[in-house]
C-alpha cells in the first residue's frame, strides 16, 4: 500500500486532503497537528483558522470509528494515522528538532519502507520539497488545491496601501441588513448624524474598515450614480471582500465596478491592474492576461502588472517559460527600489525558484541560462 504524508500547508489549503489518497496510507505527523492547533490562538486569517478547525473536526470524526495512533479506516479506502516523532532515534542528518518543517521530515524518514519506493510526502513548500529530495523522499504537489496562493501573492504596492484584513465583524446578512437600512435612510427626510450617511453610528461602529467603505460608496452612489471615485471605492471594497473571503461573487462584483469606472478613465492603470486580478480570481485566465497587458503596452515598468502577469501564467497556464520571465522583470525593476519595492523583488525571487523547480518536477526543465535568472534564484533558500 502506498504511503502519503501530508505537510500541514496542503491540510490548510483543503482540509479534504485528509480523505484525497484513496487506498493510500495516509501519514499526519504530529507535528503538523501541533501547528494547527497554535492557530487557535494565533492572530492569522480566519480563513486559515477555519480551515485548521475543519482538519480538527474530521479527524476527531475519524477517532470515532478506532485509535488514530494505530491507523483508522477512511469511507474511501485506504487508512489513516497520526505518527509521532520517535524521540530515541537520531534525527536525519541535516535536519534539526528545533524545525517544525524538520520534524515532519524526520517523521516521513521514520516511516520510509523499501528505501522510500512506497512513500510520498505531500507538501507545498519549497523548502521542504529541496530537503525531502536530499533524503531520498518522493515528493508530490497538491497545485490543483492552490487556488490559495494567487489570492496570497496577486499584490497592490502603487495604490493604496492597506489595511491589514480584519475579520468581518458581524455575518453577511446581517452585513446586507445594514445595507437596506442605509438605502432605507437615503430615501427620508432625515437630520444628518455624524457620520453623514444616515446609517445610526452604532450601526457603523460593528462593521469591519471594508464594510464600512463599501457601505459609504453605495450611499454615495445612489445620490449620484456617476460619481467615479465612489465607483472605484466599491471596486475596492468588493476586491478585499474577494480577498477575506475567497468568494467569488464579490469577484464578479469588483469587475462590474471596475469595468464601469474604466469607460470613463480607460487609461487608470492601477484600476485595470485590479480588473485583471479579479478576473483571475474569478476564473476568467485570459481575461486577465489580456488587461494585465493592456496595461504592460501602456506602461511596461509597472511592477504590480508584471508581477500579477506572473501569477496568471504560471497559475493560470502552467506557462513556466512566460512566468519566469515576467517575474524576472520584476526583480529587475525592483533591485533598485525602496524597501517595500525590494520585498516585492524577493517575493518575485521565490516564485522564480519555485517556478524552476516545478518545471522540473513536471518534466519541462527551463534552460536557467537562458533565460538570465541563475543568479536570481542562486540565492533563494
Not at 488545491?145 to 489595511?163: D, N, S, T
Not at 471594508?210 to 471615485?229: F, K
Amino acid at each position: 500500500m502506498r504511503t502519503v504524508v501530508l505537510d500541514t500547508n496542503v491540510l490548510l489549503a483543503d482540509p479534504a486532503a485528509l480523505t484525497a489518497f484513496p487506498d493510500a496510507d495516509v501519514v499526519i505527523p504530529e507535528t503538523v497537528l501541533g501547528e494547527i492547533d497554535k492557530l487557535k490562538t494565533q492572530r492569522v486569517d480566519p480563513d486559515l483558522r477555519f480551515k485548521g478547525r475543519e482538519v480538527s473536526r474530521m479527524l476527531f470524526e475519524f477517532s470515532e470509528t478506532g485509535s488514530l495512533s494505530e491507523g483508522v479506516e477512511l469511507p474511501g479506502g485506504g487508512t489513516i494515522r497520526v505518527v509521532p516523532l520517535k524521540t530515541d532515534r537520531d534525527m536525519p542528518e541535516g535536519l534539526s528538532n528545533r524545525s517544525a518543517d524538520d520534524r515532519i521530515l524526520a517523521v516521513a524518514a521514520q516511516v520510509c519502507k523499501n528505501e522510500c519506493e512506497d512513500l510520498t510526502l505531500v507538501t507545498n513548500d519549497l523548502n521542504m520539497l529541496l530537503k525531502a529530495q536530499s533524503l531520498g523522499i518522493k515528493v508530490e504537489r497538491r497545485a490543483e488545491l492552490e487556488a490559495g496562493f494567487a489570492r496570497r501573492f496577486i499584490i497592490r504596492p502603487f495604490q493604496r496601501y492597506r489595511v491589514p484584513f480584519t475579520i468581518l465583524a458581524i455575518a453577511l446578512a446581517v452585513f446586507a441588513a445594514v445595507l437596506a437600512l442605509a438605502f432605507y435612510a437615503t430615501s427620508l427626510t432625515r437630520t444628518s448624524n455624524s457620520n453623514g450617511s444616515g446609517v445610526p453610528t452604532e450601526f457603523r461602529d460593528m462593521l469591519s474598515a471594508t464594510q464600512r467603505s463599501l457601505l459609504d460608496g453605495l450611499v454615495a452612489l445612489q445620490a449620484n450614480p456617476g460619481d467615479l471615485e465612489s465607483i472605484r471605492e466599491v471596486g475596492d471594497a468588493y476586491y478585499n471582500l474577494r480577498d477575506q473571503s475567497g468568494d467569488v461573487t464579490f469577484a464578479q462584483k469588483a469587475i462590474d465596478y471596475y469595468e464601469r469606472f474604466l469607460k470613463t478613465r480607460p487609461d487608470d492603470v492601477n484600476v485595470r491592474t485590479d480588473l485583471s486580478a479579479m478576473y483571475f480570481y474569478a476564473g476568467a485566465t485570459d481575461k486577465a492576461i489580456q488587461e494585465a497587458t493592456r496595461v504592460l503596452e501602456a506602461e511596461p515598468d509597472h511592477i504590480q502588472a508584471n508581477f500579477n502577469l506572473g501569477i496568471f501564467y504560471w497559475r493560470g497556464r502552467t506557462d513556466y517559460k512566460a512566468a519566469a520571465l515576467s517575474f524576472k522583470r520584476v526583480a529587475e525593476l525592483t533591485k533598485d527600489g525602496d524597501v517595500h519595492s525590494q520585498l516585492i523583488g524577493d517575493e518575485a525571487k521565490k516564485n522564480l525558484a519555485a517556478i524552476v523547480t516545478e518545471a522540473t518536477t513536471a518534466g519541462q526543465p527551463l534552460d536557467t541560462a537562458a533565460l538570465g535568472i541563475s543568479d536570481l534564484i542562486g540565492g533563494i533558500q
